[in-house]
């Protein structure tokens, strides 16, 4: 390279460092929306790591559902462990001086936790049909914090346009979001635990004995148990005690029984209202596992 063009090149180098905008203040506005989600979702993920509940979360109440079930955590930890990583990582951004880059990681992970907090409260109230008030308003924050960034974009970004901004920053949350949704539901068993071998022939045995499980749908403590079981989990001897869902007349078959919690295991006349793990209901049963199954 000649002297003159290596000149050239890094006088050119300087002038986009000199011309590239500096903030000089901190983002006082993201940081303290920042700093509440860490400080609500530190809370949560200490309480969930500790086996307590948050306050004003009762049994059966909406955020006990919530806060229980499959969507309560990712990767063997709490889902809002994660949630607190998120708000961690935004208030993070503060250390990035230039103006462009800032925003730019701001907005991509402000957009990621908005996504993922409208997946959860979606599935709240769709599929759980429950609200739990911590959720919703760490989801708030975070719909905050986006509306925020976005709004604080800098006058001139360098070949910025929002169809390639948005194409680019966006794909890979909904795609990351499906993937998680296919796996909670079950759907690519790639991602679920595998099934106990005797879980099959158990659910078998107490249904031909006569055991009765009876529990509600929107119960979180229910599907704990039937996760327990896996796939055989269909083979269970299960009474839906709520069938139109939280808040409706409790079935009369349930009445009847004087079903007052669930689960509600009935195993060899014993009544058992708690979550109960395969042994125990072996124990309580007098289930044999079969050689295979061991």
Not at 68 to 89: D, Q, R, V
Not at 165 to 174: D, I
Request: glycine residues 8%; contains cysteine.
């Amino acid at each position: 390279m000649g002297k003159k063009a290596q000149a050239r090149r890094e006088t050119t180098g300087r002038s986009a460092v000199e011309t590239a905008a500096i903030r000089t203040a901190p983002n006082w506005p993201l940081l303290a929306v920042s700093g509440a989600g860490m400080l609500l979702t530190g809370y949560m993920a200490w309480t969930a790591l500790g086996g307590e509940p948050v306050k004003g979360c009762g049994i059966g109440s909406g955020c006990d559902i919530v806060l229980n079930s499959e969507w309560s955590k990712l990767l063997g930890l709490p889902t809002a462990f994660w949630g607190f990583l998120t708000y961690s990582i935004l208030a993070a951004t503060e250390w990035v001086k230039e103006a462009d880059r800032h925003w730019r990681y701001a907005w991509t992970i402000s957009l990621f936790g908005l996504l993922y907090s409208a997946y959860l409260t979606t599935v709240a109230l769709t599929m759980l049909h429950a609200a739990c008030p911590y959720c919703l308003t760490s989801f708030g924050l975070m719909l905050a914090a986006f509306i925020l960034v976005t709004w604080q974009r800098p006058a001139e970004i360098p070949g910025f346009s929002w169809p390639n901004w948005l194409l680019k920053t966006a794909t890979a949350p909904v795609v990351l979001i499906l993937i998680l949704h296919l796996s909670y539901t079950g759907v690519i068993e790639g991602f679920t635990t595998p099934e106990d071998p005797i879980a099959r022939p158990l659910a078998d045995y107490l249904t031909k004995t006569g055991a009765k499980f009876y529990g509600a749908s929107w119960c979180p403590h229910c599907q704990q148990q039937k996760h327990a079981f896996g796939s055989a989990a269909t083979r269970l001897p299960y009474i839906e005690c709520s069938p139109l869902g939280q808040g409706s007349p409790q079935a009369a078959v349930c009445k009847d029984a004087k079903i007052d919690s669930y689960p509600t295991w009935v195993v060899n006349g014993e009544r058992i209202e708690q979550v109960l793990t395969l042994k125990e209901l072996g124990d309580k049963s007098g289930f044999k596992a079969p050689p295979t199954a061991n």
